[in-house]
């Protein structure tokens, strides 16, 4: 009885001990597919964290480093852990980039952009981080800034290896680069100031003419905090009447007679004084003031003449900006009409910049101010690049000699050919000229001689407010 209830028992329990062990080693199995599911995971994780750093602090066309890290770069540095040397902040702008990217389209600037970002690189040490700003705005933090000659020696030779021409796509397209250098050492002691001695440094390399390095310094920010002082102030010049139009006589070089006057732009600053339109009038232009400024002038200009009488005309001098601003012509036909000065009284002078874009639009605006009766001066001719083509195009009627050729006339032998070529080539084309800047009766009498129709400078009269002007201008034009 016992034996089969043994067996039976014997076979149950084998039975459970398999069925045991085929859940353990289930369990197993599946344990070790839920943690190979986890790892892989956590790996896919870590290559997207990976790849998300890499996004937020790359730039993607170029690989280099982007403006976000360069910024945690710089914080680290000014951060009380910091060991080591300072660092020296190189930025870079690139020259005549826009134009090509234009011209040439954006995969050809892409291109050209991770070539900059190579011949770079290849300039650099591995410890340096070098990065893309954004645009065509580039940067270097050279990690030991200690060497002020070793970072100017390098800044120069990024801007040099930038201006060696391109190859894209069998075009060979050059640009250029031009730089400013900060020293966190000694410059900045947090990360916006060193940013912003950079800039000015930049800033102050453009305006010397590109394509090279300028290290930062002092007098950068003092002139910087000038500039947006006197641009602050320069928007409420015309509101406080600190504007004034002095007027230079032109006279006839043959009788004396004043034929015109040009007008020119006065700031008496209430407490700096008098300030040069040499100075605010390149302000105004960059920051578009002149278009207010410039609309104030014809304005004034026009009534001012207008009531005067007689037959005596107005130059107004035309920056680029306001050609290029559609508002011009409006201004000129409202002053016009407001003043009732018959428009061959009223010119403007343009120079040469104005031409040099040689674009529709300016030749469309000059020769709709042409077809309102206006005349159109080309200004200061002989100091730009004094292009023969902008005579045959462009609805020029008088051409003024630059004050430099008058000036050395007597001294320099090319003086007296140049400028009675110029009087012919104008007397032929129909225009007629102006010698500017005489000062002395020997250069009048010169002059005079080689043709010029009408004369401008101290020796004439100097620019003075109308007032002053007024009884003289009465005593020529009733002689
Ligand atoms: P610009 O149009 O060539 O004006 C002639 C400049 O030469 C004037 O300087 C005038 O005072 C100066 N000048 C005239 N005769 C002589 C001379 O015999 N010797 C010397 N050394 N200088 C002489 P200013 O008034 O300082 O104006 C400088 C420039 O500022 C002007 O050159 C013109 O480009 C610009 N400007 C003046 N007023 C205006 C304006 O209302 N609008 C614009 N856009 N520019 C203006
Ligand atoms: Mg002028
Ligand atoms: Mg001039």
Redesign the pocket.
């Known amino acids: 009885m016992i034996e089969p209830m043994l067996t039976g028992a014997e076979a149950r329990s084998r039975n459970i001990l398999i069925v045991v062990s085929l859940s353990g080693l289930f369990g197993c199995a599946l344990l070790i597919g839920f943690m190979m599911l986890v790892e892989r995971h956590s790996a896919d994780r870590a290559e997207a964290d990976r790849r998300t750093y890499y996004m937020a602090a790359h730039d993607m066309l170029t690989g280099l480093g982007n403006r976000s890290q360069l910024q945690q770069a710089v914080d680290a540095v000014f951060s009380p852990d910091h060991i080591g040397p300072r660092p020296a902040l190189i930025l870079i702008d690139l020259d005549k980039f826009k134009p090509i990217n234009d011209t040439f389209g954006h995969a050809v600037g892409d291109r050209i952009l991770t070539l900059v970002a190579g011949r770079m690189r290849a300039l650099c040490a591995r410890e340096d981080l070098v990065a893309r700003l954004g645009g065509d705005e580039f940067a270097v933090l050279v990690a030991d800034g200690q060497s002020v000659e070793r970072i100017e020696t390098l800044a120069n030779r990024l801007c040099h290896v930038l201006s060696e021409p391109f190859d894209v796509d069998g075009h060979k397209l050059g640009i250029g680069a031009s730089a400013g250098v900060a020293f966190a050492g000694g410059d900045a002691g947090n990360t916006t100031d060193l940013m912003v001695a950079a800039d000015l440094a930049l800033y102050a390399a453009k305006a010397a003419g590109r394509g090279c390095a300028h290290l930062y310094r002092p007098e950068l920010m003092a002139a910087a905090l000038k500039r947006r002082r006197l641009e602050a102030d320069l928007r409420e010049a015309l509101k406080k009447g600190e504007l004034e139009?002095?007027y230079?006589p032109i006279v006839r070089a043959d009788t004396g007679d004043v034929t015109r006057m040009?007008?020119?732009?006065?700031w008496r600053h209430a407490e700096l004084g008098f300030i040069?339109?040499?100075d605010f009038?390149p302000l105004?232009?960059e920051t578009g003031q002149?278009v207010a400024?410039?609309a104030w002038?014809i304005q004034t200009?026009c009534a001012d003449i207008a009531s005067l009488g007689g037959d005596v005309s107005v130059?107004?001098?035309?920056?680029p900006?306001?050609i290029r601003h559609e508002s011009l012509i409006g201004t000129i036909r409202a002053a016009l009409a407001e003043s009732a000065l018959a428009p061959h009284r009223f010119e403007v002078?343009i120079?040469e910049g104005v031409l040099l874009e040689n674009d529709r639009q300016t030749l469309e605006v000059l020769h709709t101010i042409r077809s309102l009766g206006v005349g159109i001066a080309l200004?200061?001719f002989g100091t730009g690049y004094s292009c023969l083509s902008y005579l045959q195009h462009y609805p020029i009627t008088c051409i003024?000699v630059?004050?430099s050729f008058?000036?050395t006339l007597g001294q320099e032998k090319g003086a007296r050919p140049i400028i009675s070529t110029v009087v012919a080539l104008a007397h032929n084309l129909g225009m007629f000229t102006v010698a500017?800047?005489?000062?002395t009766d020997a250069q009048l009498r010169e002059l005079t001689e080689l043709g010029c129709d009408e004369v401008?400078?101290?020796?004439?009269g100097?620019?003075k407010p109308l007032a002053e002007l007024r009884p003289t201008l009465k005593v020529s034009q009733s002689a």
């Open positions: 139009l002095y230079q040009e007008a020119l732009m006065r040069s339109p040499a009038i105004a232009e002149i400024l410039g002038a200009a130059a107004v001098n035309l920056s900006v306001q002078e120079t200004d200061d003024k630059d004050r008058v000036s500017e800047g005489v000062e401008q400078g101290f020796y004439l100097k620019p």
